[in-house]
């Protein structure tokens, strides 16, 4: 399977996770923050640290690269906000809001920093860009740690991660870094794991684990949530990093495959489907209520209908927002990359891991989220 492709059924997995009781939603996105972490490890090796101003080169690229699509979803996600505000009774109290609570609510909406912890979260899925942008402005220092002590980073991030969990219960950077840091490992020490029988292994694994409490009706909870969950379901955190832990050698071998130009098109449109697809579940749930209760085919019919529209309408902001916004971000980092050495000495940058800079940097640049 392509690393795109993959990308994308992680970010399909969350559009099912939201129109229906399959609770698989934090796995997927567990797995795009390793899958984060190792192409940042990557590129930050061996693109942004080649370039002027490495650390603010890296943090605006990465900033320029979530910021398109976020501020067009969350203009939208805001602006369905408004529209149920502006038609509530003049004398409710949300109308009279201080301007000043107003602009720290929207705040996060536009800078995203914050947003995870915010009570204003209009377009919901950015809670894990949230985690990401903060991963981004602290990756540089994990990576220099990880090369000096790999043993002390690796026992710090497992710590960390636990204690924060027990603590706060919900997704956070601390609770998250575990996720990122394997992902760094990966990158660091690529033979780890690294064979096909472990990816058939893992894929086995997953199928296994997410399978067993679908077919026995006593465990059916642990995996199906929706409006009126069974006891088991307050161990559903649990049974998504079991997955999350299983698919791990599978998702890590994903990145390993080549990327053609289709295999691209659906990494970019998982960005975009993993935003886009919560403004055509909230009009639904607004403006299509009666949706829920109806018969069960009529249900499948609609759902996978407004599916259908969210999909066509993700790659259409795939092809004229995202991917114009990136080559130039692109074009961006190329401009700040040193090459004065090479040019006085009137050689080419020696290859790196047997491949020619330009053919990793190509490689690198369609590694997107």
């Given at each position: 399977?392509?690393?795109?492709?993959f990308?994308?059924l992680?970010?399909?997995?969350?559009?099912?996770?939201h129109?229906s009781?399959?609770?698989l939603g934090?796995?997927?996105?567990?797995?795009?923050?390793v899958?984060?972490?190792?192409?940042?490890?990557?590129?930050?090796?061996?693109k942004?640290?080649?370039?002027?101003?490495?650390y603010?080169?890296?943090?605006?690229s990465?900033?320029?690269?979530i910021?398109?699509?976020?501020?067009?979803?969350s203009a939208l996600?805001?602006?369905?906000?408004?529209?149920?505000?502006?038609q509530?009774?003049?004398?409710?109290?949300?109308?009279?809001?201080?301007?000043d609570?107003?602009?720290?609510?929207l705040?996060?909406?536009?800078?995203?920093?914050?947003?995870?912890?915010?009570?204003?979260?209009?377009?919901?899925?950015?809670?894990?860009?949230?985690?990401?942008?903060?991963?981004?402005?602290?990756?540089?220092?994990?990576?220099?740690?990880?090369?000096?002590?790999?043993a002390?980073?690796?026992?710090?991030?497992?710590?960390?991660?636990?204690?924060?969990?027990?603590?706060?219960?919900?997704?956070?950077l601390?609770t998250?870094?575990p996720c990122f840091?394997?992902?760094?490992y990966?990158?660091?020490?690529?033979?780890?794991?690294?064979?096909?029988?472990?990816v058939i292994?893992?894929a086995?694994a997953?199928?296994?684990?997410?399978?067993?409490p679908?077919?026995?009706?006593e465990?059916?909870?642990l995996?199906?949530?929706?409006?009126?969950?069974?006891?088991?379901?307050?161990?559903?955190?649990?049974?998504?990093?079991?997955?999350?832990?299983?698919?791990?050698?599978?998702?890590?071998?994903t990145?390993?495959?080549?990327s053609?130009k289709?295999?691209?098109?659906m990494?970019?449109?998982s960005?975009?489907?993993?935003?886009?697809?919560?403004?055509?579940?909230?009009?639904?749930a607004?403006?299509?209520?009666?949706?829920?209760?109806?018969?069960?085919?009529?249900?499948?019919?609609g759902?996978?209908a407004?599916?259908a529209?969210?999909?066509a309408?993700?790659?259409?902001?795939?092809?004229?927002?995202?991917?114009?916004?990136?080559?130039?971000?692109?074009?961006?980092?190329?401009?700040r990359?040193?090459?004065?050495?090479a040019?006085?000495t009137?050689t080419?940058?020696?290859?790196?891991?047997?491949?020619?800079?330009?053919?990793?940097a190509?490689s690198?640049?369609s590694?997107?989220?």
């Open positions: 399977m392509g690393p795109g492709l990308r994308l992680l970010a399909s997995v969350v559009v099912i996770f129109y009781s399959l609770s934090h796995a997927a996105v567990y797995l795009f923050f899958l984060s972490g190792y192409w940042v490890c990557q590129m930050w090796e061996h942004y640290s080649r370039t002027r101003h490495p603010l080169t890296f943090v605006l990465r900033a320029w690269r910021a398109p699509v976020f501020l067009l979803c996600a805001c602006a369905m906000v408004w529209v149920q505000v502006s509530l009774p003049h004398t409710a109290p949300a109308q009279s809001a201080p301007l609570h107003v602009f720290w609510a705040l996060p909406s536009l800078v995203l920093l914050g947003y995870n912890s915010s009570w204003f979260t209009p377009l919901l899925p950015a809670w894990s860009l949230d985690i990401e942008m903060q991963y981004y402005l602290v990756a540089p220092l994990v990576l220099a740690a990880l090369k000096r002590k790999p002390i980073v690796f026992v710090l991030t497992l710590a960390t991660g636990a204690v924060f969990s027990a603590l706060h219960g919900h997704p956070t601390a998250s870094i840091v394997a992902g760094m990966a990158a660091r020490y690529p033979d780890l794991a690294n064979g096909k029988r472990y292994a893992s086995a997953t199928v296994a684990v997410i399978a067993t679908l077919l026995i009706p465990l059916r909870s995996l199906l949530g929706g409006t009126h969950p069974g006891p088991l379901y307050r161990y559903n955190e649990l049974l998504n990093v079991i997955v999350t832990l299983t698919c791990l050698p599978f998702a890590l071998g990145v390993r495959n080549r053609g289709a295999d691209q098109l990494a970019d449109l960005y975009s489907l993993y935003l886009f697809h919560w403004i055509p579940h909230q009009l639904v607004l403006y299509l209520p009666g949706l829920a209760q109806a018969p069960r085919i009529e249900r499948a019919l759902v996978c407004v599916i529209v969210t999909y309408l993700s790659i259409l902001i795939t092809l004229y927002v995202d991917r114009p916004a990136n080559r130039a971000r692109a074009r961006f980092v190329r401009n990359l040193i090459t004065d050495r040019a006085r009137g080419s940058p020696s290859p790196v891991m047997g491949l020619p800079r330009d053919a990793l190509a690198l640049d590694a997107r989220r």
